[in-house]
């Protein structure tokens, strides 16, 4: 009973605070306002509160641009921890458009909608992430191209790491930066999570939507580890599959350190 009256209130505030901040942000992605990109990182930190959810980051976010961050992704809570900390936008496969709810939070954050199957469009929807990137957002790949159990990273697909090299002659300095990050769930009620335990806050792609949420809102109270790891300057000359590795092989080691409870980083 007392986590059902939990999650009504948190959906109370959640409902307030959207009610506030929506018609805010549907006029700033109308008008190309400035504020369409920090506006997100406000709701969801709100977000983040409200559902228990903290967040510990460790390192720091490269401040050089152009940036696209790599994380490994086990939940669409990464979305909320990776926003309430910086002002970024996604690159989302072209289906989460049509999502109930998240769908919406998706559009609103103006998200990069890509159709992997759709060769002929590639080019297109590189050529919009590196022109977002170039304008000084950061972007975020989850170069899994789906989510995990949380417990490890799967195979990286190096394909779209090809908007980095699409956004290198706009820069400044002939290169692109790509950051890896490692998202990992690691407590639930302040008691260490286990990997057995760790799919109450992960959602892998089989798991269906609604049953997962509601056992996460009654759930609730969850430590988030965020590491940022050494990145790749991407150039002209850069080989993507081998940045591909290595942002891989870096964020591997930052998961796997942060699951076993260490704070050493790759």
Same mark, same amino acid.
């Given at each position: 009973?007392?986590?059902?009256?939990?999650?009504?209130?948190?959906?109370?505030?959640?409902?307030?605070?959207?009610?506030?901040?929506?018609?805010?942000?549907?006029?700033?992605?109308?008008?190309?306002?400035?504020?369409?990109?920090?506006?997100?990182?406000?709701?969801?930190?709100?977000?983040?509160?409200?559902?228990?959810?903290?967040?510990?980051?460790?390192?720091?976010?490269?401040?050089?641009?152009?940036?696209?961050?790599?994380?490994?992704?086990?939940?669409?809570?990464?979305?909320?921890?990776?926003?309430?900390?910086?002002?970024?936008?996604?690159?989302?496969?072209?289906?989460?458009?049509?999502?109930?709810?998240?769908?919406?939070?998706?559009?609103?954050?103006?998200?990069?909608? *890509?159709?992997?199957?759709?060769?002929? +469009?590639?080019?297109?929807?590189?050529?919009? =992430? /590196?022109? &977002?990137?170039?304008?000084?957002?950061?972007?975020?790949?989850?170069?899994?191209?789906?989510?995990?159990?949380?417990?490890?990273?799967?195979?990286?697909?190096?394909?779209?790491?090809?908007?980095?090299?699409?956004?290198?002659?706009?820069?400044?300095?002939?290169?692109?930066?790509?950051?890896?990050?490692?998202?990992?769930?690691?407590?639930?009620?302040?008691?260490?999570?286990?990997?057995?335990?760790?799919?109450?806050?992960?959602?892998?792609?089989?798991?269906?939507?609604?049953?997962?949420?509601?056992?996460?809102?009654?759930?609730?109270?969850?430590?988030?580890?965020?590491?940022?790891?050494?990145? *790749?300057?991407?150039?002209?000359?850069? +080989?993507?599959?081998?940045?591909?590795?290595? =942002? /891989?092989? &870096?964020?591997?080691?930052?998961?796997?350190?942060?699951?076993?409870?260490?704070?050493?980083?790759?």
């Amino acid at each position: 009973m007392i986590a059902w009256l939990r999650v009504a209130l948190a959906g109370i505030v959640i409902l307030i605070a959207s009610i506030l901040l929506m018609p805010w942000q549907l006029l700033a992605l109308r008008y190309d306002w400035k504020m369409r990109r920090w506006l997100p990182r406000v709701w969801h930190r709100i977000i983040c509160f409200c559902l228990g959810i903290r967040v510990r980051v460790h390192g720091q976010m490269e401040t050089h641009r152009p940036l696209m961050l790599c994380a490994n992704h086990s939940s669409w809570m990464d979305i909320m921890v990776l926003s309430s900390i910086a002002d970024v936008a996604f690159i989302a496969k072209n289906e989460v458009r049509d999502w109930p709810i998240f769908g919406t939070l998706a559009k609103l954050q103006k998200s990069v909608f *890509v159709v992997r199957e759709e060769k002929r +469009n590639t080019g297109n929807q590189v050529s919009e =992430i /590196a022109a &977002r990137m170039a304008d000084g957002e950061i972007v975020v790949l989850f170069p899994e191209g789906t989510t995990s159990d949380g417990n490890r990273l799967l195979e990286v697909k190096s394909s779209l790491f090809g908007a980095a090299a699409m956004a290198v002659p706009a820069s400044p300095t002939g290169t692109v930066i790509v950051q890896p990050v490692a998202v990992a769930y690691t407590g639930v009620h302040g008691l260490p999570m286990g990997r057995y335990h760790r799919p109450l806050a992960s959602w892998p792609g089989d798991v269906e939507m609604l049953p997962h949420l509601k056992d996460m809102l009654r759930c609730g109270a969850f430590d988030v580890d965020v590491h940022f790891g050494e990145a *790749v300057s991407y150039s002209a000359e850069t +080989n993507r599959k081998q940045v591909s590795a290595t =942002i /891989a092989s &870096r964020i591997r080691a930052m998961l796997g350190s942060a699951l076993r409870g260490r704070d050493d980083q790759a």
